[in-house]
């Protein structure tokens, strides 16, 4: 229970600090430190946001109160996915291609993460 406290702490501090980026920052002045901490509050938020909807999706379909570890190691290996779609939509490579590579790279490291843990 304390890493769920831990985790949605540390989700609304980086959704705070991706609203002050985006609403008082411009691209040209915030620099590759700039872009790192952008990057690095999505994760975060997303991260989070997945964690919160996973443990209710546990709770409703399977009756178990908590996330094991694997379970988190789930939750951050698929946040990375809306990474690497911006990603790929900053580089003006984003079609269907793309979109089913992201796709299929996710179901492999969740396979990785199934086989190895």
Request: charged fraction near 10%.
């Amino acid at each position: 229970m304390k890493h769920n406290r831990i985790i949605c702490v540390l989700s609304i501090i980086g959704l705070a600090v991706l609203i002050i980026m985006l609403f008082f920052t411009s691209p040209t002045e915030i620099g590759p430190f700039g872009v790192l901490l952008f990057f690095t509050t999505i994760y975060i938020t997303v991260f989070g946001l997945i964690s919160i909807l996973f443990q209710t999706f546990k709770r409703v379909a399977f009756k178990k109160p908590n996330l094991r570890n694997k379970d988190y190691l789930y939750s951050a290996v698929f946040a990375f996915a809306p990474i690497m779609l911006l990603m790929a939509r900053s580089f003006g490579a984003i079609n269907l291609w793309t979109f089913v590579l992201i796709c299929l790279f996710t179901a492999l490291a969740e396979f990785l993460v199934y086989k190895r843990i």
